[in-house]
């Protein structure tokens, strides 16, 4: 059994930076790949950013340049580290660990103002 909680989400204007965590519990962590989604107002919910066991990322294109993912096996957390901010960015910003089984967080709210 594995829980996510994220956290590091607000309110920042368009331009500016927010770094979101993920920490999990369990002590086999280090062998789930682990993704960021994201569900704007309305919309479904969508990939991110992913990070393997191995450390292998891979990104939305969207965010490609922007955003930065990346994990502390140690410290049972992965991070997403966003920049270059853009109004188009907010939603509810999910953390989901899968190896066997998934596993989804709880969620944390990310606005962008223009």
């Known amino acids: 059994q594995v829980q996510l909680v994220e956290s590091g989400g607000g309110l920042v204007q368009a331009g500016g930076s927010l770094r979101l965590s993920c920490a999990a519990s369990g002590s086999t962590f280090s062998i789930y790949t682990i993704g960021w989604y994201r569900q704007p107002p309305g919309k479904q919910r969508e990939l991110v950013a992913t990070i393997s066991s191995g450390g292998s990322t891979n990104y939305a294109d969207s965010v490609k340049g922007r955003f930065t993912i990346s994990r502390d096996n140690a410290k049972n957390t992965v991070y997403l580290q966003m920049n270059s901010l853009k109004p188009e960015d907010t939603a509810v910003y999910y953390c989901?660990?899968?190896?066997?089984?998934?596993?989804w967080g709880q969620g944390t709210q990310v606005t962008v103002s223009s």
């Open positions: 989901k660990a899968w190896y066997s089984v998934t596993y």
